[in-house]
C-alpha cells in the first residue's frame, strides 16, 4: 500500500511539473499570417443596418449642413415613397456601380482574408502593399471605384490602409444613395481620405479603426472601431455515405 501511495505522489508531482514548465513556456507569437482565413464582422450591438449606419452604436459624425441636408433630402424620398426599384440603375454606365466602402466592411457576409506578397486581399478588395503610391485621382484618365484606391503598409502586426479616390458628390449609381454613406451619419466623396488600421489582437480577432477626414464633409475626424471574428464553416454533422458495394453472384465467375 505504501508502494502505491509513493507511486501516486510521484506521479502527481511529475503532472503539476510538467504543468508549470508548459505554462512558463511562451505562447506562439502571432504572425501576418495568422490573418489569413476567413472573417466576420460583430455587430457591436446595433440591430439594424440603418441603426449602424445612422450612428445610433458609433460616434455621430460632425458634418457640416450641406451633408445634413442632403441625408434629409434622401430619407424624405424614400418615406415619400419614391424609391420602388432598387435595381433600378444597376445598368447604367454614367454612374459608379458597386458598394460603398463602408457598407462593404460593414456586411454580414464573411470574407476572405489574403495576405500576399504585394498585396493583401479582402474578399474583391484590393490593398497593395508593394509601395506604390495613389494614382492621380484627379487626372480624367482616373476612374473612381465605390470601394476608391487603397494602399497599405504593416506596422508590426497592424496594417495602416490609405484609401482615397472615392466618387464624387452624387456619382453612385444606388437609387437612393447617390453619394457613398459613412456610419454615424457622415458621407464619402472624391476630397476624402480614409485611414484603417487592422490590428490583429488574437488569432481570432482583429479589431479595424476608421477615421474619416475631409473639410468639405467632416468638421471633424471621424473615428470609430468594430472588430472581425474569424468564421470556421461549421462541419458537417453527417458525412456522405460512401457508395454502396454492389455484389453480384455473377462476379464469382467473371471478372468485371
Avoid at 117 to 142: E, F, N, Q, W
Avoid at 217 to 229: D, M, N
Amino acid at each position: 500500500m505504501t508502494i502505491l501511495r509513493l507511486a501516486a505522489a510521484v506521479a502527481l508531482s511529475a503532472a503539476v511539473a510538467a504543468a508549470s514548465v508548459q505554462a512558463q513556456q511562451p505562447a506562439t507569437p502571432l504572425t501576418l499570417e495568422d490573418l489569413n482565413g476567413e472573417w466576420i464582422v460583430q455587430d457591436p450591438g446595433s440591430g439594424t443596418w440603418t441603426a449602424f449606419m445612422e450612428g445610433k452604436y458609433f460616434p455621430q459624425a460632425e458634418v457640416p449642413e450641406k451633408v445634413k441636408e442632403y441625408q434629409r433630402a434622401v430619407q424624405e424620398n424614400v418615406r415619400a415613397g419614391n424609391v420602388v426599384n432598387t435595381n433600378a440603375n444597376s445598368n447604367r454606365t454614367d454612374c459608379v456601380q458597386g458598394t460603398s466602402l463602408s457598407m462593404f466592411m460593414a456586411q454580414s457576409n464573411p470574407k476572405t482574408l489574403e495576405v500576399g506578397p504585394a498585396a493583401v486581399m479582402l474578399a474583391t478588395r484590393v490593398i497593395y502593399t508593394d509601395g506604390r503610391p495613389h494614382p492621380d485621382t484627379k487626372s480624367p484618365d482616373y476612374k473612381p471605384t465605390a470601394l476608391g484606391h487603397s494602399v497599405g503598409k504593416w506596422d508590426g502586426r497592424a496594417l495602416v490602409v490609405d484609401t482615397i479616390g472615392f466618387p464624387g458628390w452624387g456619382r453612385m449609381c444606388d437609387v437612393r444613395w447617390t453619394t457613398s454613406r459613412v456610419p454615424g451619419g457622415g458621407v464619402a466623396v472624391d476630397t476624402t481620405r480614409l485611414v484603417e488600421r487592422f490590428a490583429l489582437l488574437d488569432r481570432n480577432t482583429i479589431e479595424i479603426t476608421f477615421t474619416w477626414t475631409d473639410p468639405a464633409v467632416f468638421l471633424k475626424p471621424h473615428t470609430y472601431s468594430f472588430k472581425l471574428a474569424r468564421h470556421v464553416a461549421p462541419a458537417e454533422v453527417d458525412p456522405p455515405d460512401a457508395p454502396p458495394k454492389r455484389e453480384f453472384l455473377t462476379d464469382k465467375y467473371w471478372e468485371r
